[in-house]
């Protein structure tokens, strides 16, 4: 079956702008989760929802906001970008108390 | 809290000799231990998960590892090099599910030697 799919695979915003990544679990997973991947930080959580509700949020600033369908598809913003935003965001998705998490291929953030 | 610590951020071996990649866990739980590989350019690909049995846990491409709790370890092993395992290896810990997020080390890029 088809894995979690995230879009656009690349993009390049300016400062200021804001921009949605679009995740699509694997089918039957209601879990996603969202992560940040820098050189700098390593890989970092930055929140969880299920069934449209998050459940859990990393120490992120409100600039980082996230919601989920009720397909269980999920998207994330991030708003006023900044130089520091500039990295790969992965999105996960796992099944209601499974112990597996499964990653896409993420979505490269470029801010210039 | 939890954290993860993976000993050395480069490790390089020769083509057909032992990978050994360490890591080391702190939870106030049982914890959840992973590892996942990421190649260039792509996203985290599972390798093993331990969650509770048996402690040595066996996973895809030949990859094993061993939860020792008395040490706090999951180091992740495999008997014989390929240069296709040339990637970045992450360890990570979580508490169970996806709820809580998973908390990754540092990571280690493992380099093969022909």
């Known amino acids: 079956k088809a894995g979690v799919t995230q879009t656009p695979r690349y993009l390049i915003k300016t400062r200021g702008q804001q921009v949605t990544l679009s995740c699509s679990p694997i089918?039957?997973?209601?879990?996603v989760s969202w992560y940040q991947q820098t050189p700098g930080q390593g890989l970092q959580f930055l929140f969880e929802?299920?069934?449209?509700?998050?459940?859990n949020k990393g120490n992120f600033p409100g600039r980082f906001s996230g919601r989920q369908f009720s397909n269980s598809r999920s998207e994330m913003n991030v708003s006023t970008l900044e130089l520091g935003d500039s990295a790969l965001y992965l999105c996960?998705?796992?099944?209601?108390?499974?112990?597996?998490?499964?990653f896409g291929e993420g979505s490269w953030l470029t801010v210039v | 809290a939890q954290s993860v610590t993976q000993l050395g951020s480069h490790v390089s071996v020769s083509e057909g000799a032992l990978v050994l990649l360490r890591c080391n866990y702190s939870?106030?739980?049982?914890?959840?231990l992973f590892w996942y590989v990421q190649y260039p350019n792509q996203g985290l690909q599972l390798l093993l998960k331990?969650?509770?049995?048996?402690?040595l846990v066996k996973g895809i491409n030949g990859f094993e590892a061993e939860f020792k709790k008395s040490e706090t370890s999951f180091h992740l092993t495999k008997p014989s090099a390929h240069m296709s395992d040339a990637a970045e290896y992450f360890c990570?810990?979580?508490?169970?599910?996806?709820?809580?997020?998973?908390?990754f080390g540092k990571g280690t890029h493992l380099i093969i030697q022909p």
């Open positions: 929802y299920f069934s449209e509700t998050q459940r």
């Open positions: 089918s039957g997973h209601r879990s």
């Open positions: 990570a810990v979580g508490k169970g599910g996806g709820a809580d997020g998973l908390t």
């Open positions: 939870s106030s739980v049982p914890p959840y």
């Open positions: 996960a998705s796992s099944l209601e108390g499974g112990n597996t998490i499964y």
């Open positions: 331990y969650t509770t049995g048996a402690t």
